[in-house]
Structure formats: C-alpha cells, structure tokens
C-alpha cells in the first residue's frame, strides 16, 4: 500500500506540469507501460518511463507525416489551380 501511495505522491505533480501536457502520447504510453512494467516483474516505473518514451517518439512520427501529407495536398491544389491561360479581358471597342 506504501508503493502505491508513493507512486502517487510521484505521479501527481508530474501529470500537473503544463510541459507534460504538451508532450502527446506520453501520458497513455506511461500508463501503459507501467502496467506491463508492473506485471513483467515489479517494474513499474520503468516500464511508465520507457512508455512515455516510446508513445512520444510514435506521436511525433504521425504528427510529421500529416504534417508531409497536408503539404502534399496544398502543392497539389495549387498546381490544379486553373490559370488565366494569358488571355486578357478587355471592353469591347465600338
């Protein structure tokens, strides 16, 4: 019961922290790692660390490869993009 009551006491100010907030897939990746952790043999804390790691890092990758795929798409919609085909539209002359 102590363990448990430390982890929290651990836990809970790190979660508070604004620079955790902005680091995606760490809390999920943490909290899952520390199960298995936890289950492998008493590891729990090492196991949150290195989930927190892991999920970040994976977090990153997609986030880069939207980023690649919404740059792709713009370059693509400006390049459909009809032109004025240099015809210039003048008043008709009487």
């Known amino acids: 019961m102590r363990k448990y ?3 929290l006491a651990v836990a809970a100010p790190i979660a508070l922290l604004s620079g955790v ?12 790692g520390g199960v298995v952790g936890h289950v492998a043999g ?4 090492v196991g ?3 989930g927190c790691v892991i999920e970040h890092h ?5 986030d880069k490869a939207a980023a690649q795929q919404d740059k792709k798409s713009q370059d693509k919609k ?3 993009k009809p032109g004025d085909g240099g015809t210039a539209h003048t008043a008709p002359s009487q």
């Open 58 to 62: 994976r977090e990153k990758v997609r």
């Open 48 to 50: 949150a660390a290195a």
């Open 78 to 80: 400006s390049q459909n």
């Open 42 to 45: 008493h590891h729990a804390v």
């Open 21 to 32: 907030a902005s680091a995606k897939g760490c809390l999920k990746g943490a909290a899952v």
């Open 5 to 7: 009551i430390v982890a």
